[in-house]
């Protein structure tokens, strides 16, 4: 998981917050995922509004799994982005 873009609205449909494109991990990681494997993390935003929604990406590349003494997983052979489709923001009650 090399980034990461998200674009957060509050319940007006305005832009309460966003993370360009390209941003560096998540909450400062990178992680390498193995087949199989998942990652989680957990982050917050203030909105205006006791709702809201977020949409966005993460970019992700493929690994040739070869060890080398520059690249502990080896070389990028692919990227990808991973879409993440509209989801709710419910305010803690």
Do not use: C
Not at 22 to 42: A, R
Not at 76 to 90: K, W, Y
């Amino acid at each position: 998981l090399k980034g990461r873009h998200w674009e957060i609205r509050d319940s007006q449909g305005n832009v309460a917050g966003s993370v360009p494109k390209g941003s560096p991990g998540v909450i400062g990681k990178t992680p390498t995922l193995q087949p199989g494997q998942s990652f989680e993390y957990h982050s917050g935003v203030e909105l205006p509004t006791a709702n809201g929604s977020m949409a966005g990406s993460f970019q992700m590349v493929v690994l040739d799994g070869e060890r080398t003494e520059d690249a502990e997983y080896g070389a990028e052979i692919d990227s990808f982005d991973a879409l993440v489709g509209p989801f709710v923001l419910r305010g803690v009650a």
